[in-house]
């Protein structure tokens, strides 16, 4: 899918490699429109993988939490492994072990560095308003918010895609055969606001959360 070479060994894909994307351009277009990262690390206790929300800073991928975090505490200053993946549709074959899922997925490995002082803040925005910007508009973080968070940073010098599209892939024997083929898209839309029980009376919803009322995060 791709002229681009693979930045590394532990980056190039060694199954499908017909889907494999290696542009850089293509792969930060995955993780604009992504929403979570599963990160890995291995820690003293063993690996550990968690859902997390991220951010891009130029050639950098951003995530955060809180610094009790044990596989943040983990990822300072060592290797991990960071995937984006967004499912586009169930792939219904005409025998069960053919059917798949079109897909569009990113793999970023790298060492993982701490965001601190004046960066810190403004690696939290990004990572904030890659979700819901509503960093201008919210209660600015106190020092205390500051205190209790932890800014990791991985380059995304290492990285690599896996894009699937398309119809199922069955046998050639089966394709005149009595049983149904095709694909099941998957749409996701954000839902309608609601407020917060304990909400102020009086208080409006920001203008950028309201435009989120039936919009594609994956757009």
Known sequence: MTDHQPASQRTTLKRGTNRAVYSPEEIRAVLEQGIVAHVGVVTDSG???LPMAYGLQEDNILIHGGVANAMLRGGRTTQVCVTVTIVDGLVVARTPLHNSMNYRSVVI????TVVDGDAQGEALKIINDHIAPIWDTARPPSDMD???????????AEASAKIRPGDPIDDEADVAGPHWAGVVPLTTTWGTPYAAANLAPGIEMPSVVAALAGTDPHA
Not at 109 to 112: F, L, Y
Not at 146 to 156: E, R
């Open 47 to 49: 690996p550990i993988v």
């Open 146 to 156: 500051y205190k209790q968070t932890l800014v990791l940073s991985v380059p995304l």
């Open 109 to 112: 490995r790298g060492e993982a």
